[in-house]
């Protein structure tokens, strides 16, 4: 653990008029307050506080928050209160460490729920400060890194995934690249052990047999530059295992496939410079096409400026060449921290409103209905593959990947998505369904008369556009439910020979849990309540009906390995309710695909995956042609996905593959194998999965395994 004195020095060695006392003060307050609590490592729990500061040291940052990380969890696991903070540190430590105290347990329904909230309140927080979010990022780093102390193995991957999916994305945002690969590389090691055992060891043996290549390719371009008169400082790097992994699932290849695991960053001395070392490297140098992205001239949203390329390198190794001066080298390893206010930057540096990813996130916190809905968008508007798109004037609007126009206008201004009506994207005009790539011009058409489309939930990919969307059809359906409950009551009012009144509904409304009579007919016509019961609350001599027989409650209980239950939920929106469903065997759909329904005489409908070779034979019959999709709010049930795979032909090949289906929660309910060599094996092979998202996770594992040569998913 560090010492104090040595937690002074490391401030003082970068901010020499850093407040000393308030800091020894600090540290001497929160050994005092925490005394004998241990952490699960049987560590004094003081020593969490006192790491958390010395990761904050090492991104810079002033005093107060060096301070707050000290005693960022006094009022939560002690006796004392804000006001004792604020009497004896001042008001913005008090408001600090109140944006960063873990929040008090709620009395929620469940720990997504209590996730999802905790996570809303994290975002109201840094949004005033975002030293907020500076100080919990470095609270979740020491987390992760003593996670293994855990005893229960749910709640260490509970931890992990939460820190993959919400504090590793949020780093990357604000451009502290050191910080999220570290909580990436940690989470991986917990949710996935034996992928990232499996990308290690590959890495482990290119190194055994390219011998020092990373030393060798880096003298070479140090030479090379330096030939041109260019003075470079270069260094290379392997990508780390997480890196590697993911662009192996998004890429669908096997780690043989990869050829550019090596990043070389050449820091030169102005912007000037680096435009030289890019037509060195280039003149050189073959060049990868489609691999180069200049983010000198267009930055990310998070800041970071560099200029990346692949090239054929060194020894014919494909390497990507990252180009940068010292100040965006700076600004790429700890983003926002490389600003900070004791270089000068001043409140507005503490102010999280200036950063327009999250203005979007308390957009989407004001239309989504719930905490659980807010997290879903926001992981939605966490995509780290980005398109930048420009407006007619020339405003760069960066966007995840698979973007539509949709999602342009609503990034642009909420109520130019809201009236969207088309677009044109580079003086063409396009679908609305239009996925965006790199560089496109886009220009919305809107009309005033337009309202956005239900069925634009579809396709577009931002969380943003999806919380407006789903608000105003949310608003949409109130209003007609509303309607039709009212119309319901007079109906039953009338029936039983009573006058209606809404005086009367005004009385009862704590009964039914309502605040206003807008409610109560909001719940009439969801048929959550019957038009008797309301009439049995007003009179009570009045018998209210009992409730229909066939209103059976959905149950919601789950596997203990997370794959939702076997049954036959229903899960298709665009279907009349009750309506037979039957899913393809010739392409088994899962949610995640894009979906058709087909009519089939005597079976209902047919769902087939909007790609199927079979819809061929239905495309001169549009009147059994279905719109339909996959129902997100329903319970899911377990669904067949089918993989094609080839396995070597070697004692333990089957049983790794089905050790690796098994450990990500997969449940084999068929094999077949279709060919057999002396050397390998083809197969059939049918997985009980979630989701699409599920068996893309199930292939990509398998793919890492040394002993299956190739797996894809199956069709027929």
Not at 110 to 117: G, L, R, Y
Not at 203 to 220: I, K, M, N, P, S
Not at 342 to 370: F, V
Request: hydrophobic share 40%; glycine share 8%; aromatic share 8%.
């Amino acid at each position: 653990m560090m010492r104090q004195y040595e937690l002074v020095e490391r401030v003082k060695a970068y901010d020499p008029n850093a407040d000393e006392d308030a800091i020894n003060r600090a540290y001497v307050f929160s050994v005092k307050k925490h005394g004998s609590q241990l952490r699960a490592s049987g560590d004094p729990y003081f020593s969490h506080p006192v790491e958390v500061a010395g990761i904050l040291t090492r991104f810079k940052l002033d005093s107060a928050s060096i301070i707050t990380g000290l005693l960022h969890d006094t009022v939560e696991d002690t006796l004392t209160t804000l006001d004792d903070i604020e009497r004896l540190f001042g008001v913005e430590i008090a408001k600090l460490v109140d944006g960063v105290t873990k929040l008090s347990r709620l009395e929620l329904q469940s720990d997504q729920t209590k996730q999802a909230e905790n996570f809303r309140k994290l975002v109201i927080a840094m949004s005033e400060d975002i030293r907020v979010l500076l100080v919990k990022l470095a609270d979740r780093l020491h987390n992760m890194r003593t996670l293994r102390f855990i005893a229960d193995p749910a709640k260490r991957a509970r931890i992990a995934r939460e820190t993959m999916d919400i504090y590793a994305p949020l780093a990357e945002r604000i451009g502290m690249h050191a910080l999220q690969v570290e909580l990436e590389d940690l989470s991986f090691a917990e949710l996935n052990p034996d992928a990232r055992e499996s990308v290690m060891a590959r890495l482990a043996f290119l190194r055994e047999r390219g011998g020092e290549v990373v030393t060798r390719v880096t003298d070479e371009l140090r030479r090379v530059l330096a030939e041109d008169g260019l003075d470079a400082y270069v260094s290379g790097r392997e990508k780390t295992p997480y890196s590697i992994w993911r662009k192996m699932m998004r890429k669908n290849v096997t780690f043989e496939q990869l050829s550019d695991i090596m990043a070389f960053r050449l820091v030169v001395g102005s912007v000037g410079d680096c435009y030289r070392a890019l037509g060195i490297i280039h003149s050189r140098y073959p060049v990868v096409p489609g691999r180069f992205k200049d983010y000198i001239s267009t930055p990310k949203p998070n800041g970071y400026r560099s200029i990346h390329t692949s090239v054929f390198g060194p020894e014919q190794q494909r390497i990507e060449v990252q180009i940068r001066t010292v100040e965006m080298h700076e600004v790429a390893e700890v983003g926002v921290a490389a600003h900070w206010s004791y270089k000068g930057g001043g409140p507005a540096a503490t102010d999280g409103r200036q950063y327009r990813w999250l203005r979007e996130l308390l957009d989407i916190l004001d239309h989504a209905s719930n905490p659980e809905e807010f997290l879903e968008h926001t992981k939605l508007a966490m995509f780290q593959d980005q398109v930048f798109c420009f407006t007619p004037k020339g405003d760069v609007f960066a966007l995840p990947r698979g973007a539509t126009p949709v999602d342009f206008a609503y990034a642009v201004h909420s109520e130019v998505g809201d009236h969207c009506v088309g677009a044109k994207i580079n003086g063409r005009m396009m679908p609305l369904r239009s996925q965006l790539s790199n560089g496109d011009q886009v220009e919305i058409v809107t009309s005033k008369a337009q309202a956005p489309s239900p069925t634009w939930e579809r396709f577009v990919v931002t969380g943003k556009a999806r919380a407006r969307i789903r608000r105003f059809v949310r608003t949409q359906q109130r209003t007609q439910f509303m309607a039709l409950g009212k119309s319901l009551l007079q109906k039953a009012f009338k029936q039983d020979g009573y006058e209606f009144t809404e005086k009367a509904l005004e009385d009862v409304l704590k009964n039914f849990k309502c605040e206003t009579v807008d409610d109560l007919y909001a719940h009439l016509g969801e048929g959550t309540l019957g038009a008797r019961e309301v009439i049995g609350a007003v009179f009570p001599g009045s018998k209210p009906a009992a409730k229909p027989n066939n209103v059976v409650p959905i149950p919601r209980d789950r596997r203990k390995d997370g794959v939702a239950r076997r049954g036959p939920a229903m899960s298709i929106k665009g279907l009349i309710p009750g309506m037979a469903i039957h899913y393809a065997g010739c392409c088994h759909p899962l949610p995640g695909d894009r979906i058709v329904g087909i009519v089939t005489t005597g079976k209902g409908v047919t769902i087939h995956t909007i790609d199927c070779d079979t819809l061929a034979g239905f495309a001169d019959q549009p009147e059994r042609w279905l719109d339909v999709a996959w129902d997100a709010n329903a319970e899911e049930a377990a669904r067949i996905g089918r993989i094609a795979a080839v396995l070597t032909n070697e004692p333990g090949s089957l049983g790794a593959l089905t050790t690796v289906i098994a450990r990500n929660h997969g449940n084999i309910t068929n094999l077949k194998i279709t060919n057999r060599t002396a050397q390998f094996w083809e197969m059939l092979i049918d997985i009980e999965v979630r989701d699409l998202k599920h068996l893309t996770n199930i292939i990509a594992a398998l793919r890492a395994t040394p002993a299956i040569n190739s797996v894809e998913r199956a069709r027929g």
